[in-house]
């Protein structure tokens, strides 16, 4: 197997562009063309959600580090669990300071849930905010919880 593109050092004699490589990682324009910066990929995407089962509840846990309990709003309304987000951080202003490069930060996201109204108790569902991970706890209804799994054959 051959490497068409080396990371560092000289280019492979077998790349199709030998100067590409090196014009990326040029240390002045390495920012210019830094397309996973921290504010290009952090705030544009939704944040991860894992979803568990306990005997007794389903969990969820959403990653949003950096954020408080009160940037967010969790929501139950017609069987569909809305947990919304919001953030924003502004970078205080110096008077008389000519500013080179100043980043005011916003981010917001919305996930949503439908789910099924025989197998959740709506009115126990709680939720806490810690170490970045937002933990939502939804009871099983009793039908829920009696249903046994079922064996699917597979042929």
């Known amino acids: 197997m051959t490497t068409t593109l080396k990371r560092s050092g000289e280019p492979n004699v077998f790349s199709p562009l030998p100067g590409l490589q090196s014009f990326f990682t040029d240390p002045f324009l390495r920012n210019w063309f830094n397309w996973d910066n921290d504010t290009a990929v952090e705030d544009s995407t ?4 894992n979803i568990g089962e306990t ?5 969820l846990a959403v990653a ?9 709003k969790v929501e139950l309304e017609n ?3 809305v947990i919304k987000g919001e953030r924003k951080t502004e970078k ?5 300071h000519n500013w080179l490069r100043k980043e005011y930060n916003y981010t917001s996201f919305q996930r949503s849930f439908t789910l099924a109204e025989s197998q959740v108790n709506a009115e126990g569902v709680k939720a806490k ?3 970045g991970i937002l933990h939502i706890s939804i009871p099983k209804s009793a039908e829920a919880k009696n249903k046994r799994a079922r064996i699917i054959q597979i042929s």
């Open 92 to 96: 205080e202003n110096q008077q008389g």
């Open 64 to 72: 949003a580090p950096g954020m408080n309990k009160n940037d967010f």
């Open 129 to 131: 905010y810690s170490d």
């Open 55 to 59: 005997e007794n509840t389903y969990e």
């Open 79 to 81: 069987n569909r669990l």
């Open 46 to 49: 939704l944040p991860a959600v």
